[in-house]
């Protein structure tokens, strides 16, 4: 019998030794995984704090050079003055944007060959003349000029660069759109006074305007250079065409 007591108790304490040890093991994982998560609850919010710390950052340099490019776009205090031209006692707009002083309306100017808009009168009134190229080479008055394709990219550039041109030059009504008026910021004031074909057509009013450079293409003798603007697009760009067709005159003044 107390062999047997014994042997019990022996028995009874190895069970319970046994069990106190398995007990033991499962409280040490689970006081490691308890660590591991307090640890990898600290990483992810120091993670989250790094990185709102640098998405701000990068918000705030974002938000900086969209600052600086507004205020490299945005225009001087521009005044308008006028001058008459002398040829036909008529009176031009002119105003200055960065180094270059420009007509502020197109040029209405009666030479021969010069054409109204549908050979109507008060489309001259309102949107000026058309001109063949040729003609546009010469119909500038004095001190004043037909500009280059580089002085359209200078003007372009000044006004905030070739993607927003168009809309910093366009008027403020009278294109195809509400949507399409620009916001005339520089006073340039371009109106969308179309284009005559060489045929006798006409084409475009309201929905774009042009204005020849005289710089012929490279690649074809029978081409020029003229700036685009049009009522879908807030861009203004340079292409060229048939010296033939008769487009709109903006004179740049000498330097």
């Not at 490299?72 to 031209?85: G, H, I, K, R």
């Not at 707009?93 to 007509?103: E, S």
């Not at 808009?117 to 000029?145: F, I, T």
């Amino acid at each position: 019998k107390t062999l047997s007591s014994k042997f019990c108790l022996t028995k009874n304490m190895l069970y319970y030794t046994s069990n106190l040890k398995i007990e033991a093991k499962e409280l040490l994982k689970k006081l490691h995984f308890l660590h591991l998560g307090v640890v990898m609850k600290r990483f992810t919010i120091s993670i989250f704090f790094i990185s709102f710390f640098f998405f701000a950052c990068s918000e705030s340099n974002s938000s900086s050079a969209n600052e600086s490019e507004k205020e490299n776009s945005a225009p001087q205090e521009s005044v308008l003055e006028t001058f008459t031209d002398e040829r036909d006692g008529q009176e031009y707009k002119y105003i200055k944007i960065g180094n270059q002083t420009w007509m502020a309306e197109n040029l209405n100017y009666e030479a021969e060959d010069s054409y109204c808009y549908d050979d109507a009168s008060a489309n001259c009134e309102k949107y000026g003349r058309l001109y063949a190229w040729e003609l546009a080479l010469e119909v500038c008055p004095d001190y004043w000029h037909l500009p280059s394709k580089m002085e359209f990219e200078l003007l372009m550039k000044n006004v905030g660069g070739e993607g927003i041109a168009g809309q910093m030059l366009k008027s403020k009504a009278d294109w195809y759109t509400i949507r399409g008026n620009g916001t005339d910021d520089f006073k340039f004031s371009a109106f969308p006074a179309g284009m005559r074909n060489s045929d006798g057509s006409f084409e475009d009013i309201s929905r774009n305007a042009s204005f020849w450079t005289e710089t012929e293409s490279e690649e074809d003798e029978y081409m020029a250079y003229y700036l685009v603007l049009d009522y879908s697009v807030e861009s203004a760009y340079l292409r060229y065409h048939y010296k033939g067709n008769a487009r709109s005159v903006r004179c740049v003044k000498d330097t």
